[in-house]
């Protein structure tokens, strides 16, 4: 075997080069994935275009943290996994053909999902979001924006037993939410016209649950006037540029519980993706619905682009090996 592999690094502003580096030797006590795909996450857009804190070249594989394959080798140190072993991995240098992950970071998969794309963090990310939001039968729940997340979290409030309320800019999100359980579909269009809407479909009281998952601060601005008093305004979207402001008399006015729904310890990931196990067996998390696009890892950049344009049909992309 070649002791070079093939990896992404991100050589400038939306510049993406593959080079041929050398492969990661595990320490005693990690273990290394041969991967065999990563998702593209929406997080990585940011970093792509260049802003002022982003360092450039990146390392090789940086920014993929949704990878899944077979373990190859392991340090002395390792008893519980074994070459040979399919696992989801929590690490950040997945755009490449090998990557090193420790075993609190990795996640054998099912017998189920042997043939089947698994990008594991994200399912972790969407099933912390969905346990801190604390969605009750018969609720009205918002879920402003609908991309993967959105889409995700539209479907598990619904099979949660929620009324749903989507509201996204495309018609194709707004035809997924349909098809994911949402109740009511809304254009992200005039803000007004939006709340009216979403006050007429509440006989006045508004949601006692929206998520927001869009990341900017419209969105943000609008899910704060969608929540109702008492209510639970969920933070998904990731708000990586910059600095917000928010409409604090209304949030204090209304009592909102403000839920920033992200998590950062690995355990909590690890869980997370364990809990998706049994949802995508039965069916109520569909991966291909949620999973549109494939590409190589020689078509990185196209995927950042397809993320950063949302051409029609488009939800979440992953890029294989």
Same mark, same amino acid.
């Given at each position: 075997?070649?002791?070079?592999? #093939?990896?992404?690094?991100?050589?400038g502003?939306?510049?993406? @080069?593959?080079?041929?580096?050398?492969? /990661?030797?595990p320490?005693?006590?990690?273990?290394r994935? #041969?991967?065999?795909? @990563?998702?593209?996450?929406?997080?990585?857009?940011?970093?792509?275009?260049?802003?002022?804190w982003?360092?450039?070249?990146?390392?090789p594989?940086?920014?993929?943290?949704?990878?899944?394959?077979?373990?190859?080798?392991?340090?002395?140190? !390792?008893q519980?996994?074994?070459?040979?072993?399919?696992?989801?991995?929590?690490? %950040?240098k997945?755009?490449?053909?090998?990557?090193?992950?420790?075993?609190?970071?990795?996640?054998?998969?099912?017998?189920?999902?042997?043939? #089947?794309?698994?990008?594991?963090?994200?399912?972790?990310?969407v099933? %912390?979001?969905?346990r801190r939001? $604390?969605?009750? /039968?018969g609720?009205?729940?918002a879920?402003?924006?609908?991309?993967?997340?959105?889409a995700?979290?539209?479907?598990?409030a619904?099979?949660?037993?929620?009324?749903?309320?989507?509201?996204?800019?495309?018609?194709?999100?707004?035809? !997924?939410?349909?098809?994911?359980?949402?109740?009511?579909?809304?254009?992200?269009?005039?803000?007004?016209?939006?709340v009216?809407?979403?006050?007429?479909?509440?006989?006045g009281?508004? @949601?006692p649950?929206?998520?927001?998952?869009v990341?900017?601060?419209?969105?943000?601005?609008?899910?704060?006037?969608?929540?109702?008093?008492?209510?639970?305004?969920?933070?998904a979207g990731?708000?990586?540029?910059?600095?917000?402001? !928010?409409?604090?008399?209304? &949030?204090? &006015?209304?009592?909102?519980?403000?839920? %920033?729904?992200?998590?950062?310890?690995a355990s #909590?990931?690890?869980?997370?993706?364990?809990?998706?196990?049994? =949802?995508?067996?039965?069916?109520?998390?569909?991966?291909?619905a949620?999973?549109t696009?494939r590409?190589?890892?020689?078509? =990185?950049?196209?995927?950042?682009?397809?993320?950063?344009? $949302?051409?029609?049909?488009?939800?979440?992309?992953?890029?294989?090996m």
């Open positions: 075997m070649s002791d070079l592999m #093939r990896a992404a690094v991100i050589a502003p939306g510049a993406v @080069c593959i080079e041929e580096v050398p492969i /990661p030797m320490g005693p006590s990690e273990i994935v #041969r991967l065999e795909g @990563c998702g593209v996450c929406a997080s990585n857009l940011g970093p792509w275009s260049g802003p002022e982003m360092k450039f070249p990146t390392a594989g940086a920014l993929g943290h949704e990878g899944w394959g077979v373990v190859d080798c392991v340090g002395e140190a !390792v519980d996994y074994h070459p040979g072993d399919r696992v989801a991995a929590l690490s %950040n997945s755009y490449a053909e090998y990557d090193i992950v420790t075993p609190e970071g990795a996640i054998p998969l099912p017998e189920t999902l042997s043939d #089947r794309i698994f990008p594991g963090e994200a399912f972790g990310c099933m %912390n979001i969905f939001s $604390r969605i009750l /039968p609720q009205t729940v879920v402003v924006g609908i991309g993967f997340l959105g995700a979290l539209t479907r598990l619904a099979a949660a037993g929620a009324k749903v309320i989507a509201i996204s800019r495309r018609p194709y999100a707004l035809a !997924v939410a349909r098809e994911m359980g949402a109740v009511e579909v809304v254009p992200l269009a005039d803000h007004g016209t939006i009216d809407t979403v006050r007429g479909l509440t006989d009281a508004f @949601c649950v929206v998520i927001e998952a990341g900017k601060q419209w969105p943000l601005d609008l899910a704060g006037e969608l929540t109702s008093e008492g209510g639970r305004l969920v933070i990731y708000h990586q540029d910059g600095l917000r402001t !928010v409409d604090l008399s209304l &949030w204090n &006015w209304r009592g909102l519980d403000i839920v %920033n729904a992200h998590e950062r310890e #909590r990931y690890v869980t997370g993706m364990r809990r998706a196990f049994g =949802l995508v067996q039965r069916g109520v998390l569909d991966l291909d949620l999973f696009h590409i190589g890892l020689d078509g =990185l950049a196209t995927a950042f682009a397809w993320i950063r344009d $949302r051409p029609d049909g488009f939800l979440k992309a992953v890029v294989t």
